[in-house]
């Protein structure tokens, strides 16, 4: 997965910050939009540049949308001055034809829009240096389907195209709604980490923070995913677990190649947890989310530590040591790490 953060003409002061954050994290993409109708053109060419600049300073390389309206924002020779100010592809969103999109390919690589566009819209750009990109949805209730992406995929790879979709941020949201801007409607609450774990899972090849702010903590969490493919999963630790314990949750295992449907059980954890103080007493309630270890009931089995997918029945043979939140519905095809506080 390749990692973007965006950036936006009303939002310039945030961009430094945004764009080396992103960098820390892995990211190796930016975007900017530009031909939102409530942008003004007086300083459009200024900001724009600076946003770029602020961009490529970190190592992103940047996607620029665009569409008619970008002319006003920008005045004569709209795809020249992108490539000049160093714009590494313009996202096409609306209201070109053919010909004209096959104009500007000529001066930027292009992404096409994957909401809206289906294969025969496509077909005859195939020849292009192309990516396609989703749209985002500022407004509560409109997002998509993750199904949708994940179809996506598939008219993508009949053409050998990658796929971007955006996640919802978490600190400062887009105005004038300030509901995320996240592609599936599904996302716009989750936690970023979350959100790009299903859009990878659907076949998404790059994730977009839509929003101009992530958190310092989800940084380091998509970090993490990007850099190390390690799933860090936050939680909270049930009451009287020994530290020790907590301890040796956070170091990285992995789920089963043979994995469970209801579980996720961590592939080496019984060697590492078997030998340490665990709960005297199990049978608590497991409902999904729960982290979990077999006791020494358990025979050979104790030790190991799953996460519940499910809400799973009492069983005096397991003890919860905590939980995690329950978006999770995926398995994560990475090492998982559990930081329970």
């Given at each position: 997965m390749r990692l973007g953060a965006s950036a936006y003409l009303a939002h310039t002061e945030l961009a430094g910050a945004t764009f080396s954050a992103a960098e820390s994290a892995g990211a190796t993409l930016a975007f900017t939009s530009?031909?939102?109708?409530?942008?003004?053109?007086?300083?459009?060419?200024?900001?724009?540049?600076?946003?770029?600049?602020?961009?490529?300073?970190?190592?992103?390389?940047?996607?620029?949308?665009?569409?008619?309206?970008?002319?006003?924002?920008?005045?004569?020779?709209?795809?020249?001055?992108?490539r000049s100010i160093g714009v590494a592809r313009v996202r096409i969103d609306f209201g070109f034809s053919v010909a004209e999109i096959r104009a500007i390919a000529a001066v930027l690589p292009i992404a096409l829009n994957a909401s809206t566009l289906r294969a025969p819209d496509l077909a005859p750009l195939a020849d292009l240096d192309v990516e396609l990109i989703h749209n985002f949805y500022p407004r509560e209730w409109t997002g998509l389907a993750l199904a949708s992406v994940a179809s996506s995929v598939s008219v993508a790879q009949q053409f050998g195209w990658r796929v971007g979709a955006f996640i919802a941020g978490d600190s400062v949201r887009r105005g004038p709604l300030g509901e995320g801007l996240p592609t599936v409607e599904q996302h716009r609450t989750m936690p970023p980490l979350f959100q790009a774990l299903e859009l990878v899972d659907a076949g998404v090849d790059d994730v977009y923070v839509g929003d101009p702010a992530l958190t310092d903590h989800s940084w380091e969490r998509l970090g993490s995913f990007v850099r190390s493919d390690v799933v860090v999963l936050d939680g909270v630790?049930?009451?009287?677990?020994?530290?020790?314990?907590?301890?040796?949750?956070?170091?990285?295992?992995?789920?089963?190649?043979?994995?469970?449907?209801?579980?996720?059980?961590?592939?080496?954890?019984?060697?590492?947890?078997?030998?340490?103080?665990?709960?005297?007493?199990?049978?608590?309630?497991?409902?999904?989310?729960?982290?979990?270890?077999?006791?020494?009931?358990?025979?050979r089995y104790c030790g190991e530590v799953a996460i519940t997918l499910w809400d799973l029945p009492c069983d005096d043979r397991v003890a919860v040591l905590g939980a995690v939140p329950t978006p999770l519905l995926s398995t994560p095809d990475g090492a998982i790490s559990l930081v329970l506080v």
């Open positions: 530009l031909h939102i109708p409530e942008d003004s053109p007086a300083g459009a060419r200024a900001a724009a540049t600076a946003i770029v600049s602020a961009a490529t300073a970190s190592g992103l390389a940047v996607v620029a949308d665009v569409s008619p309206n970008t002319a006003r924002l920008l005045g004569d020779s709209p795809w020249e001055f992108l630790a049930a009451p009287g677990v020994h530290p020790a314990v907590i301890e040796a949750l956070a170091v990285p295992d992995r789920n089963r190649p043979d994995a469970a449907e209801a579980m996720i059980r961590l592939e080496h954890s019984r060697e590492r947890f078997a030998g340490l103080p665990l709960p005297e007493v199990g049978g608590q309630p497991r409902p999904a989310g729960s982290v979990t270890v077999q006791l020494a009931s358990a025979g």
